[in-house]
């Protein structure tokens, strides 16, 4: 009897192991690190297009305009002063045929009417007008969802053909870039482009020469080798406006020209 109960005794023992074991909770699951994913291909892909939105530009805000000269020396003149006094300012032709300086990328009207109470304060500017975010094209066609921006740029820069190029790009290693024309182009329409070439080439997104659209901006090493020291802006047909260099007229040329054909280094597009 006592060898009875002992074995009894050891196979509820037994029994009971078991039962333990197969009770025993499941190993909890490690949350997946902050910031990784299980799947590290669609995480490539997110990336590469969110780098695709990189050479999007943004749009202005509120801007101060001022003059209404008939000749450009004196719109020339009062962008000078502004821009000496840490102002990014620049001139144009208006439709109406006066030439006007813009400055300004404010985020509501009371301080660009700030801006310039001080600068008139000053003596530096007399009457202005502030020019609205919704005054652009840009903002216009997005608010119709109708309308032609690329159209628009290019009709803005072809007006500027037959003036002397004026505009002070600056390139402090090898001297003026003439990337003015585009900046401005690209400024009236309310797209916030940078001034120097090689920054606009740096904005924009990457666009083949055979993809070419108007608007898109063509770029050229003129001094040899492969850095940007000249912009256009491509009209279609194999052709692009620029400013040949200060003292020359803002004209159209070919793409395919010997000259440009061999100092080509790329284009960008920024819409």
Known sequence: MANYCTRLLFICVLFALSACSLQSPPRPISPAPTGTSADPIADLLDERAAGDEDGALGTLGFAIQVGAFTRQENAVRLEQVLQERGVDAYYFLHESGY??????????????RSEAERLRAQGVIERYFIVLPEDYAVSKIA????????????????????????????????????????????????????????????????????????????FFATKGGTRVTHVGMYVGAGQFIHAPRTGLTVRIADLDSGYFKRTYVGARTYL
Not at 99 to 109: I, L, P, T
Not at 155 to 178: H, L, Q
């Open 143 to 218: 608010r119709a969802g109708t309308g032609d921006l690329r159209a628009e740029l290019v009709s803005t820069a072809k007006r500027f053909i037959g003036v002397p190029y004026r505009w002070g790009g600056e390139d402090r290693v090898n001297g003026f870039d003439c990337s003015g024309l585009t900046m401005v182009s690209y400024r009236l329409n309310g797209l916030r482009l940078p001034r120097n070439s090689r920054a606009q080439f740096q904005a924009g997104r990457v666009v083949a020469r055979q993809h070419l659209q108007p608007g898109d901006l063509v």
């Open 99 to 112: 030439y006007k300086v813009r400055f300004g990328d404010h985020g509501d009207y009371e301080s660009a």
